[in-house]
């Protein structure tokens, strides 16, 4: 049974520092790996996308790694802001189909 | 990116009432759409696959009876919550997969 693993489940930086959100996923037969952003009440926005063949994505100010022999993904947020706080939701597609397997996410607070 | 929609944003209703949910793509022709529920200071957990044309394919401990799903069109998914109990009450979200998947905003669900 896939079972996906967030760490830190919450984690406050200062404004201007860059930081990394892990992600663990046990089964490495993935189809793709997602990242969402949600911020409260809010349904998900998409950040970044990796297909299983790929290594990387990077979007602006965000770059997802992915391993998928070590079962491992990282969100790497440069230069982060305020605006940038929300909880960062990993999440594994499983099959063509598009079904998805969350992890808990990590609430992220950038102070001023 | 893909266009979501879910209707109502927000509902309150009394315990033993039914309560349907809308999911439309806006964009894009859909066979397959997403039901997934959040409680909170919980990641999303999905709940059924709705297929267009065909039957519903629900998750374990997911009750088909209970959690009605309707895709009679490859715009329209719909999810009634049939006699709400007040452990009902949650956020329900609809997504679609089309180069990775695609969230609706949400529908808050409270049951008195």
């Known amino acids: 049974k896939q079972e996906v693993t967030q760490i830190p489940a919450a984690l406050s930086v200062p404004e201007g520092e860059n930081l990394v959100l892990n992600c663990s996923f046990t089964?490495?037969?993935?189809?793709?790996l997602q990242w969402f952003r949600q911020d409260p009440g809010k349904g998900l926005t998409s950040l970044l996308l990796?297909?299983?063949?790929?290594r990387e994505q990077t979007s602006g100010r965000l770059n997802a790694s992915l391993d998928k022999s070590s079962g491992r993904s990282t969100l790497y947020i440069a230069a982060s802001q305020p605006g940038d706080s929300a909880t960062y939701l990993c999440?594994?597609?499983?099959?063509?189909?598009?079904?998805?397997?969350f992890g808990q996410g990590t609430e992220l607070s950038v102070k001023p | 990116g893909a266009v979501v929609s879910q209707h109502p944003s927000r509902v309150i209703c009394k315990s033993g009432t039914s309560v349907k949910i809308e999911c439309r793509s806006l964009?894009?022709?859909?066979?397959?759409m997403f039901w997934y529920r959040q409680f909170p200071k919980q990641s999303l957990m999905l709940m059924a696959t709705?297929?267009?044309?065909?039957?519903?394919?629900?998750e374990q401990g997911v009750e088909k009876d209970k959690f009605l799903i309707n895709h009679a069109s490859l715009t329209l998914s719909t999810l009634t919550v049939t006699s709400a109990h007040p452990e009902d009450s949650s956020f329900y979200i609809c997504?679609?997969?089309?180069?990775?998947?695609?969230f609706g905003p949400g529908t808050r669900l409270t049951v008195l």
């Open positions: 990796i297909q299983s063949s790929q």
């Open positions: 964009d894009f022709q859909a066979t397959t």
């Open positions: 997504s679609h997969s089309r180069d990775g998947q695609f």
């Open positions: 089964d490495s037969a993935i189809y793709n």
């Open positions: 709705s297929n267009e044309g065909s039957k519903a394919t629900y």
């Open positions: 999440a594994v597609i499983v099959g063509q189909g598009g079904k998805l397997i």
